[in-house]
Every structure is written in structure tokens, then in C-alpha cells.
């Protein structure tokens, strides 16, 4: 079974701070999509990454892809309360079809 | 928009009833998933469906069943419900590797 760490579990910090979650496995994923989860609501997707060292933004969120395509980051720049939520990891295995291990999720408060 | 629809928001049930919890997607999607979701551990695949009648254990399928008898509709069922089955269970299908989820079903089992 392949296993997603995601660090840490959880994060409050003040409006305009820059924070960086952490996704890492010891096995290689084809993909890595990261969701975000506010409370009452499923999970959803922010973004994909594919190829090893990929870097994409969305706003102030930048997603990367580590080089072996193992690991993962999001790092907000100036972090708003609107990013309060579960961030979720989730990694598509080389041979597992459809199905997504998911990280354990990082719960990120922004205070005003 | 992909809609995914579960039957209820939140549910509180006895120990040892039999619990249905259904969902249904709007999409046309093959590929159907149930898990649920804990503080701290994250979401843990419980079944999914790559086809009408077709079936595959997750992780954690004990204590667990469903049925997939059309393409838009996977339930989730609770042959004997018990009190570590008390969890937020969601719904989730997909296109390729793309999930879309439900909005979750918070059952409580007393």
C-alpha cells in the first residue's frame, strides 16, 4: 500500500504570513492532486501535478512536484483568512487505475 | 458542473441497524468511490466501482457492502452498524484521475 505523508497536520498563522505544507511518500506517483476541503463540504481539486519538478501557481498558492515525483509542497504567499480549510494530498499510483491515496490532510486556520 | 448528490447531509443510527447511504452523480462518470473520512487519518478508501455491477474492496471494506445496479448510483451499505462506524462518509466519482465529491454524510451510530 502506498502511504502520503502530509505535514504538518496543522497550521494557524496570522493574515499576510507565508506558510509551506508538505507531502511526502517513499513510493513514485504519476500524479499528485492537491484539494481543499471547507467544513460541511467534500474536497476540491486545486490542482494537478505530472511531470517531475513541476511547478504551477494559482494565485498566491505555488504547487511543486519533486524531481523523483515522491513528494510534493504548497506554499501560500501571504496567506488570507479565504485559505482557512483542509488541504488534502492525494497521489495517483503508477499501476493503481483511478483510485488516489490521499495524506492525512493539514487543517490551516489564517487569523485576521 | 459535476454534481455529486449523497441521500443525507447527517444520520443517526442504533447499533445494529442496517444503514443505507446512497449517492448519485450526474456526469455519465465510470468510476464511483466511498470512503470516509477521521481527524487525523486522513480519507481511507472504503469500495469503488469501475462499472455497473462492478466492485472493489478499498482498504477498509469490513463491516462494509455495496451496490452499484446503475451507472449514476453507488450505495454504500452498513449490514450491522457499530459505534467505530461513526465517520464522515463521502462520495466521490471520476473521469480519468479527477475526483469529484460529494458533500459527505456525517453518520452517528449510538
Known amino acids: 500500500t502506498q502511504l502520503l505523508e502530509q505535514s504538518p497536520q496543522f497550521l494557524s498563522i496570522q493574515e499576510g504570513e507565508n506558510l509551506t505544507v508538505y507531502c511526502n511518500s517513499s513510493?513514485?506517483?504519476?500524479?499528485l492532486q492537491w484539494y481543499r476541503q471547507e467544513p460541511g463540504e467534500g474536497p476540491v481539486l486545486l490542482v494537478t501535478v505530472v511531470t517531475g519538478g513541476e511547478v504551477k501557481k494559482l494565485k498566491r498558492l505555488t504547487f511543486q512536484f519533486g524531481d523523483a515525483r515522491k513528494d510534493s509542497s504548497l506554499h501560500i504567499t501571504a496567506a488570507q483568512p479565504g485559505d482557512t480549510g483542509l488541504y488534502l494530498c492525494?497521489?495517483?499510483?503508477?499501476?493503481?487505475?483511478?483510485?488516489?491515496?490521499f495524506g492525512e490532510g493539514t487543517q490551516l486556520t489564517v487569523n485576521p | 458542473d459535476v454534481k455529486v448528490t449523497q441521500s443525507s447531509r447527517y444520520l443517526v443510527k442504533r447499533t445494529g441497524e442496517k444503514v443505507f447511504l446512497e449517492c448519485v452523480q450526474d456526469?455519465?462518470?465510470?468510476?464511483m468511490f466511498w470512503y470516509r473520512q477521521d481527524p487525523g487519518l486522513g480519507l481511507r478508501l472504503i469500495y469503488f466501482?469501475?462499472?455497473?455491477?462492478?466492485?472493489e474492496k478499498g482498504d477498509i471494506p469490513e463491516g462494509y457492502s455495496v451496490s452499484r445496479e446503475k451507472k449514476e448510483r453507488f450505495s454504500l451499505i452498513l449490514e450491522s452498524a457499530s459505534t467505530n462506524q461513526t465517520s464522515m462518509y463521502l462520495c466521490a466519482s471520476s473521469i480519468m484521475v479527477r475526483q469529484y465529491f460529494g458533500p459527505g454524510t456525517r453518520l452517528t451510530v449510538t
Open positions: 456526469m455519465d462518470h465510470e468510476n
Open positions: 492525494a497521489g495517483e499510483g503508477e499501476t493503481s487505475g483511478s483510485r488516489l491515496t
Open positions: 513510493s513514485v506517483f504519476s500524479s
Open positions: 466501482s469501475y462499472d455497473v455491477k462492478m466492485k
